[in-house]
C-alpha cells in the first residue's frame, strides 16, 4: 500500500528541478520506465487474478495484495501521458498484460506469486537507480510493498 507521503513528490516526474526543458527532458527519460512499471503492474494483477479463479481457496490470502496491486496500477496510470506528436518517442505505448494460467495446485500457485512479486520488487529497485527522485520514491515504495507480499506469500 502506498503512504501519502510517497506520492508528495510524484508529479513533477522530473525530479527537484524546476520548470523548463531540464525538467522535460528528465520526465521524458523516464517515461520508458513508467511504461515498464505499468506493465509489471498488468501482469502482477493478471497473475494473481487467474490464480484466484483457479484456487478460490486462496483468495483470502492473495485478495489484499490484489487491492495493492491495483492501487498501484491506478497511481502508475495517473502519472503516464501516452507519447503523441513532440513527445511520441517518450516510451511507446503500454503493452497489454500477459494472459497467465495458474499453476495446477495452490502450493504452486503461491510460488509463482512468491517469485513473481520477489522479481518485481528487483525491478523496481533498479528502476529507482534510473528515475528522478519524484519517481524513484513512488517506485520505491511500490516495490517494498512487492517485497513485503512476497515474505508474506512464504507465510501462506
Not at 525530479?15 to 526543458?21: A, L
Not at 511504461?35 to 493478471?46: F, G, H, N, Y
Not at 483470502?60 to 513527445?87: C, K, N, T, W
Not at 520477489?118 to 528522478?132: D, L, P
Amino acid at each position: 500500500m502506498l503512504g501519502g507521503g510517497a506520492l508528495l513528490g510524484v508529479p513533477v516526474l522530473g525530479g527537484c528541478g524546476g520548470e523548463g526543458e531540464g525538467a522535460g527532458a528528465a520526465a521524458r527519460a523516464e517515461a520508458p520506465i513508467l511504461v515498464d512499471a505499468i506493465a509489471a503492474e498488468q501482469d502482477l494483477i493478471a497473475l494473481y487474478e487467474a490464480s484466484r479463479r483457479a484456487h478460490a481457496a486462496l483468495s483470502r490470502h492473495i485478495d489484499p495484495m490484489l487491492a495493492h496491486h491495483r492501487e498501484h496500477l491506478a497511481v502508475l496510470r495517473r502519472h503516464y501521458v501516452p507519447g503523441s506528436g513532440d513527445r511520441a518517442g517518450e516510451g511507446g505505448t503500454v503493452p497489454q498484460p500477459k494472459r497467465p494460467e495458474a499453476p495446477g495446485g495452490e502450493a504452486q500457485a503461491l510460488a509463482a506469486l512468491r517469485r513473481a512479486e520477489s522479481r518485481a520488487a528487483a525491478a523496481r529497485a533498479a528502476e529507482v537507480i534510473r528515475a528522478g527522485p519524484g519517481l524513484a520514491q513512488l517506485l520505491a515504495s511500490i516495490g517494498a510493498c512487492e517485497a513485503g507480499h512476497a515474505a508474506a506469500l512464504a507465510e501462506v
